[in-house]
């Protein structure tokens, strides 16, 4: 009887654990969910990269964004894939940067096929609790729209100064005819 209830309590204390680490299991779920979500909202391109250059994670705007091109981003995927091995040295460098430590930004102009595109890229450090460097995460933000709204305005401001030149040449021909008259 001793040992059936030594048995009995040892099934019951190990119950407990069980159903407490189901529960610590579901937070931590619930909380990778939650992140997930938070990273996934965001309109910026977000990927992180191990210390090989590698993609950890990747957030859905960056996955589409690729997928568009017909390149599938996917943990694992060795980030200079997605470079001209022209422009491997200089992103290289970029990493390396926020590898050793730097939080930076840089502006990237692209030419996709028939696009152009233009990117603010943020570059940090991603550390563990410790504070030790174990990857990157880039922040990329598409300011195509901006850009262009710019070479916009800028063009347009350019007409109306020609323009107002033209104005003020008939305006001054005018006025030589009016003291002619």
């Not at 950890?56 to 091109?69: E, G, I, M, R």
């Not at 200089?90 to 390396?96: A, E, S």
């Not at 109306?160 to 033209?166: C, D, S, T, Y």
């Not at 040449?169 to 003291?179: F, I, P």
């Amino acid at each position: 009887r001793a040992q059936e209830e030594e048995v009995r309590q040892n099934m019951e204390e190990l119950s407990a654990t069980q159903e407490e680490m189901q529960r610590i299991l579901k937070e931590v779920q619930d909380q990778e969910t939650f992140v997930r979500g938070l990273i996934n909202a965001s309109n910026d391109s977000i990927i992180a990269i191990d210390k090989e250059y590698k993609i950890l994670s990747a957030n859905k705007t960056a996955v589409d964004s690729y997928a568009s091109l017909n390149l599938k981003i996917t943990k694992g995927f060795d980030i200079f894939s997605l470079f001209t091995e022209e422009q491997k040295p200089r992103f290289k460098r970029y990493y390396d940067r926020a590898l050793a430590g730097e939080h930076f930004e840089v502006t990237e102009h692209y030419k996709f096929e028939d696009r152009d595109q233009h990117f603010v890229i943020t570059y940090s450090p991603l550390r563990s609790e410790q504070g030790e460097v174990i990857g990157a995460v880039l922040f990329g933000k598409d300011i195509s729209e901006m850009i262009l709204a710019k070479l916009k305005a800028e063009q347009m401001a350019k007409e109306a100064h020609e323009n107002a030149e033209v104005l003020k040449a008939k305006e001054e021909e005018l006025r030589q005819n009016l003291e002619e008259m």
